[in-house]
């Protein structure tokens, strides 16, 4: 596996998308998007792995993030604010959860000690195999 010089002056889909959308994000809040974009996206991308247009992982751990606030911590995620996030490729607007700052702590944890380990795995398996070697070096360089 070699790994691929950065392209200058051009940004990934999915590093375009989180530059295009982190200004809605509510002031005191975050998004899965930007946290995905540091823990996960910009990583691979660093060691060579481009995530494709089509794979949207940020839904895949907003949606066990959700689901384990509410159930795990009793938290109405309903009542989180939404934003206004756009694709550059013309499909429709969606209205994802902006979580509170004080949750910023939680969700990377979550995300390390859950997502990682337990969905990561099959989520690339499934939908882009060709990133597994790429995942095995993030997931080695997290557990070094």
């Not at 070697?133 to 557990?143: E, H, S, T, V, W």
Request: some cysteine; hydrophobic content about 35%; proline content about 9%.
């Amino acid at each position: 596996m070699t790994k691929e010089p950065p392209r200058k002056g051009i940004n990934s889909y999915h590093i375009t998308r989180y530059l295009a959308n982190q200004g809605g994000v509510p002031v005191g809040h975050f998004s899965v998007l930007t946290e995905m974009t540091f823990l996960l996206i910009a990583p691979l991308e660093e060691l060579g792995y481009e995530l494709p247009e089509r794979l949207w992982p940020d839904i895949s751990s907003g949606s066990m993030f959700a689901r384990h606030l509410r159930e795990e911590c009793g938290i109405d995620t309903d009542r989180m604010p939404t934003f206004v996030q756009s694709f550059q490729d013309g499909r429709k607007p969606v209205q994802p959860k902006a979580y509170p700052e004080r949750l910023l702590a939680d969700f990377r944890s979550y995300f390390r000690e859950v997502w990682l380990p337990t969905r990561a795995w099959a989520y690339f398996e499934e939908k882009d195999p060709t990133a597994l070697p790429y995942l095995k070096q993030l997931l080695d360089r997290l557990a070094a």
